[in-house]
């Protein structure tokens, strides 16, 4: 068995797992002074550090875990759904990576942590800080919502602009047409949040138009209709206010 180092403040790391969030990872704390081994793939065998951060998928998390702890004093993960059963502390990122963004890509951003023991949380807030994020706890009991968050503000968010898109199509209107509408709604709920933030035919109660606009949305009625009943509930919201 390689022998590991100790912990201390200013750890060794190996980043295992050279997909999106492994490479943009390496780069950014390399910028931030860490020394820093990898991306490794998940077959390769690292050398021995303080930390091992797996930025694997989810179901590869265990295996992964019991690979890198001959080598490491401590193992962390990046994942916002998977709990601690397997590693030591975890840090999860609340943005979206394409794998070409610079280490400033993390300044400013939320990064959700979490730890075994107090020092493994003042490390996972330690390593966020240094990357020029803010680090927020979100413990195992509140993993599924919080990912289940992550997902309404990113994944299914493109889902609804996608479905915009295909209806604006037909009337020659594009996607750089929609762009500032899309902005200024997102600058408004940040400002103020959905229900202040709510205008157009359900907020106003016209349920004419809303007719209209169902009626012309062919293919995409059922997930018209789950909007707009999403929708009513955030303009009550809006009226009881």
């Not at 209806?167 to 959905?194: C, D, F, I, K, M």
Request: glycine fraction near 8%; hydrophobic fraction near 50%.
């Amino acid at each position: 068995m390689t022998s590991t180092p100790s912990r201390t403040s200013a750890p060794t790391i190996a980043i295992v797992g050279a997909g999106r969030v492994g490479s943009v990872l390496s780069r950014a704390l390399r910028a931030a002074g860490f020394d820093v081994v990898g991306p490794l793939r998940r077959s390769e065998e690292g050398p021995a550090v303080d930390l091992a951060v797996l930025c694997v998928p989810d179901a590869a998390i265990a295996e992964a875990a019991a690979s890198a702890r001959p080598h490491a004093a401590r193992i962390a993960h990046v994942s916002g759904a998977t709990g601690l059963t397997d590693v030591d502390l975890s840090l999860h990122p609340l943005q979206t990576f394409t794998g070409a963004e610079s280490p400033a890509v993390f300044r400013g951003i939320g990064v959700a942590i979490d730890g075994r023991t107090g020092g493994d949380r003042a490390l996972a807030a330690h390593l966020a800080t240094a990357l020029g994020a803010v680090p927020f706890g979100v413990d195992d009991d509140h993993r599924a919502s919080y990912h289940a968050a992550a997902s309404f503000a990113s994944n299914f968010l493109l889902t609804v602009l996608d479905a915009a898109e295909q209806l604006a199509a037909p009337a020659g209107v594009e996607r750089a047409h929609l762009a500032p509408l899309v902005r200024q709604t997102v600058e408004n709920w940040v400002a103020s949040g959905a229900a202040a933030a709510l205008t157009g035919p359900i907020a106003r109660g016209d349920e004419v138009t809303v007719a209209r606009q169902r009626a012309a949305s062919g293919d995409l009625v059922p997930l018209f209709d789950a909007l707009a009943a999403a929708t009513r509930e955030v303009a009550a919201r809006k009226d009881d206010a």
